[in-house]
Structures are given as structure tokens and as C-alpha cells.
């Protein structure tokens, strides 16, 4: 069931930016912008005290946005994130403990995975959608052009080492559905209030897409 459901939250969804953030207005107004520049689904993940919070508020106030919770790692994290209504949740690996109640909460969830092992692992619990994390250390292209052919059903949201120069080339896989990652949003622009240049950078990914 909630496979379904996260298939079709992510059908117009290419590109998952990363966030961490300090406070929930700093959360709606960086989502704004992004969303101002063609992106329109964000990850916020738990890394901060205002996460949760900022994940609650941002789905509240901006219903147009695709609002996952990131660094979802244990039970109780994903009941919290459930209960702030979210999209769906995403982490950076995967435990039984996590996966066993991921589905008790039946919560759309991208389970992060860094080996074929552990991508079987997590399909045989229910999930296809899958994060391939530290993307880039892990093996990068190679491992997801070589996971292809024997894990066919499973797709992949690498994350962990994209950037502007590298993204297109994963986007363009046929196993990959969404590419992830921090590199769309600069820390100093964030915390500057630069809401503008944050706009722009979100258009250079947006256009870089829509030109190839
Ligand atoms: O917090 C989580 O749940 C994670 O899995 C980690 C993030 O996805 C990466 O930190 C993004 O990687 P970069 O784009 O290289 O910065």
C-alpha cells in the first residue's frame, strides 16, 4: 500500500534536496525558494532540534511541496515524522528494527542501502524504492549500472557526493528515479537569508535538466 503511494508522490519528483535546517520560518522560506526555482520536493532531515518541527510546518503551509523527512534512523523517529505528516521518510541505512517499523507504521519510506546485499534485504521487506547512500563512495555510477541487470525491480535515489557537474549522468540511469543531495542549497546564502541566490541555484538545476 504505501508502495503505491510513494510511487505516485514521486512521479514529478527528479531532484531531493537535502536540508538542515535552524527553525521552521527559515524552513518555509528556503522551501519557497526552491520552489520559486522549479523544485518542488525537499528533504528535511531530523540532523537538527528543529527538524520535526520545521517538517510539520513546511507541509502546512506549503501544500504544493513534496515533503519528505530525512534522516529518519529508528522507531521512534518514524512515528514522529508519521504524526507530522509527511510525505514519506528517507534514511541514510537500513536496520531490520527500522524497516520492521517503517511497515507497522505503514509510512512511504526510502530506505537507504550502500551494498546489493542490503538493496535485496530491503526488497524482500516491501520496499523498491531505495536510496543509495554514500552514493559516490559506495561505487557511484558503476555499482548502480552494475546492480541493474540482477536487481531490476529496485530503483535508486543516490545521494552522498552529487553535485551541479555530476548529477545529470545519475539522473539519467534507467535505475534511477530521483537524484538526491546538499549540494543545491550553499550555507552561507541559508543562514544570509539569500533567498534569491537559492532561487537561482534551484533554476541552474531545473534548466539543467530541461535542457539536455
Ligand atoms: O542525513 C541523512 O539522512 C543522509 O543520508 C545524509 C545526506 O543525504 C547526505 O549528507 C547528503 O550528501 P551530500 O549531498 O554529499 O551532502
Known sequence: MSSIALAKTLQNVQVLPVLTVTNPDQAVQLCQALYKGGINAVEITLRTAAGLESLAVVKRELPEVVVAAGTVCNAEQVAAVKEAGVDF???????????????????PFIPGVATPSEAMYAAECGFN?????PATAVGGLKLLKSIAAPLPELGFCP?????QDNFLEFLNLPNVYCVGGSWMV???????????????????????????
Open 129 to 133: 524504492h531505495l536510496k543509495l547512500f
Open 186 to 212: 550553499n550555507s552561507a546564502d541559508l543562514n544570509a537569508g539569500n533567498w534569491q541566490a537559492i532561487t537561482d541555484a534551484a533554476q541552474k538545476v531545473t534548466d539543467a535538466i530541461a535542457q539536455q
Open 89 to 107: 521518510g528517507v534514511s541514510p541505512a537500513s536496520t531490520p528494527a527500522l524497516l520492521h517499523a517503517i511497515n507497522e507504521a505503514e509510512l
Open 159 to 163: 545521494t552522498g557526493g552529487l553535485n
